[in-house]
């Protein structure tokens, strides 16, 4: 892409209304418009991360076995009267009737509906175990939505919905869903902490939210300072081994570490306490088995191996997607603006010309830019008429975390430079290298 022709607005000076970095960061670096309070249009640079953030949940939950289908984001009320939640919801639910004067609402999460859908198709446990998953717009009716799209009121969620046979299966999907979960915030740069914590309106006792540590985040947390340097990294997983996969979660949920809601004082006084940690996190996902709840109420039965029919049980799971930009920015950041871990970042690499116009220097731009390309990267030339000063200011806003400079003086002993974001580290090489070199790093990533 070229700078020239892309839609960037980006923003000199700080939003008044941005209490916290990520915030501020998404309304200068042109990610985000807000229209209403927790509303937000995503411009082309922020809607390029949410694709980005969205194809990795779909990645990882594929490789996990699991299955992508779409509902609506419109739900009839009568499917909640089953249930039982269209009363004890209360005001986070956005309640509509439609020209016949039906009662509809915009979906806050989609429990129901699933299990509408399960119940229309599936009666035998032989057609277990099922996971049905979706990535789609949620609307909660927040009392304070706030710090941009951290807490916004409509927010893209990726949510599933497990079904098996009895309590040990489900417990299965249930570590399943842990440990694809663990594997998709490392891809986007992040360590994000399971802890043990309340489930809310969506129910049940087995449940664990995602952490990433933040001093901004919403949540209180205590933990053992150990459990921060847990990594997956590229072990090879079989989903379909219960052992294996089970063993996986016991090694990143035996350390302590709680929210406040379940925090246990006297199991945190037993931490050594030089690794005794208090902090704050956001929360970038949880899972939850709850059983029967919905079943029961619902109907969705199916025949066991004895040839009884039984409630299906039953779990859910969130990942917070649009909440997930927020997140990476507030762990990945500096004083000039975001730093993209490479897994997410919107281009892979810029192309500053110092000098447009200069033959030299436009000729080695259309080259890299060409060679980055044939290559199956994105680059983002700032091919504009401006002073370098402005083109370093808003490339390190945006915060690709490559950048190859081009000059008439560098390319007269035949070298551009390649800077990293993150470390401000430049090297000087041949265009050709540097390309080789950004592939490289990609390729690795
Ligand atoms: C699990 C999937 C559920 O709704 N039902 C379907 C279950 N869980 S949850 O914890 O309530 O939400 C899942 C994740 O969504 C993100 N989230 C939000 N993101 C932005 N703005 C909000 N107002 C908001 N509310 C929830 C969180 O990341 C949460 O973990």
Request: with cysteine.
């Amino acid at each position: 892409m070229r700078l020239s022709r892309y839609f960037l607005p980006v923003l000199k000076e700080n939003p008044a209304e941005a209490q916290i970095v990520s915030h501020r960061l998404m309304l200068r670096a042109g990610m985000i418009k807000q229209q209403a309070a927790g509303i937000y249009s995503w411009l082309p640079l922020g809607y390029k991360v949410l694709r980005r953030v969205e194809t990795i949940v779909h990645e990882e939950q594929q490789r996990a076995g699991h299955i992508p289908l779409l509902m609506p984001t419109l739900q009839p009320a009568d499917l909640w009267r089953e249930s039982g939640r269209y009363d004890d919801y209360g005001q986070e639910m956005l309640r509509i009737r439609d020209r016949q004067d039906r009662e509809m609402l915009y979906g806050p999460t989609n429990e129901e509906m699933i299990t509408d859908i399960f119940r229309s198709h599936v009666a035998s446990y032989r057609d277990l175990p099922l996971t049905l998953y979706h990535i789609q717009w949620k609307f909660r009716d927040e009392l304070r939505p706030r710090f941009g799209v951290m807490r916004g009121r409509e927010f893209l969620m990726k949510d599933g919905y497990t079904f098996d046979v009895d309590r040990e299966a489900a417990m299965h999907a249930y570590n399943r869903h842990m440990v694809s979960y663990l594997r998709t915030y490392e891809r986007m740069g992040l360590t994000a902490i399971p802890m043990r914590a309340a489930s809310g309106p969506i129910g049940g006792d087995d449940t664990h939210e995602f952490l990433v540590l933040a001093p901004t985040g919403e949540s209180e947390v205590f933990y053992d300072e150990a459990v921060t340097t847990l990594r997956l990294g590229n072990r090879q997983i079989d989903y379909d081994d219960r052992a294996a996969v089970a063993e996986i979660c016991a090694e990143f949920t035996r350390l302590y570490a709680r929210t406040d809601e379940t925090h246990d004082p006297a199991l945190f006084a037993a931490i050594p306490e030089t690794q005794r940690k208090v902090g704050r996190g956001i929360e970038v996902g949880q899972i939850f088995y709850f059983g029967t709840k919905y079943s029961a109420p619902m109907g969705a039965t199916i025949t066991n191996a004895a040839g009884e029919r039984v409630a299906v049980h039953m779990g859910s799971h969130g990942i917070g997607v649009s909440r997930l930009l927020g997140a990476i920015i507030e762990a990945s950041h500096d004083d000039r603006g975001i730093i993209w871990p490479e897994g997410v970042t919107p281009f892979h690499a810029a192309i500053v010309n110092l000098k447009p116009g200069d033959a030299a220097a436009d000729a080695a731009c259309e080259t890299i830019y060409g060679l980055l390309r044939e290559r199956g990267l994105e680059p983002l030339y700032d091919d504009r008429d401006a002073r370098a000063g402005e083109k370093f200011a808003t490339m390190d806003l945006i915060g690709l975390p490559w950048r190859i400079t081009v000059g008439p003086r560098g390319l007269a002993g035949g070298k551009v430079e390649l800077t990293s974001r993150r470390t401000g580290d430049s090297e000087e090489m041949s265009p050709e290298a540097a390309v080789a070199r950004v592939a490289e790093i990609y390729a690795g990533s």
